[in-house]
Nanobody
């Protein structure tokens, strides 16, 4: 079992920045890719950014150039630096970790990001 805990959400004005963190614990040796998803009110959960163990990344088109995902494998932590935030970035952000070998997805409980003036 893998346990994920997110932190760093909050209220920010448009154009501002936030940094989300996600700490993994438990059977971390099972983890391959890690990523961030988000779910806005009335919408489906969507991928924001993903990073492999080797550091390869991919992003949703809507956040390219504004968000940066990174991971510290030694600390079992993944980060999401969010800059130039827009109101449409408002959502609950969820950390995800994949156990590719066993085809298992682990999820955190989510952290709320609200972009509003």
């Amino acid at each position: 079992q893998v346990h994920l805990v997110e932190s760093g959400g909050g209220l920010v004005q448009p154009g501002g920045s936030l940094r989300l963190s996600c700490a993994a614990s438990g059977s971390i040796f099972r983890i391959n890719d890690m990523g961030w998803y988000r779910q806005a009110p009335g919408k489906e959960r969507e991928l924001v950014a993903r990073i492999t163990v080797g550091g390869s990344t991919n992003y949703a088109d809507s956040v390219k150039g504004r968000f940066t995902i990174s991971r510290d494998n030694a600390k079992n932590t993944v980060f999401l630096q969010m800059n130039s935030l827009k109101s449409e970035d408002t959502a609950v952000y969820y950390c995800n970790a994949k156990d590719i070998q066993h085809d298992i997805d682990y999820w955190g409980k989510g952290t709320l990001v609200t972009v509003s003036s």
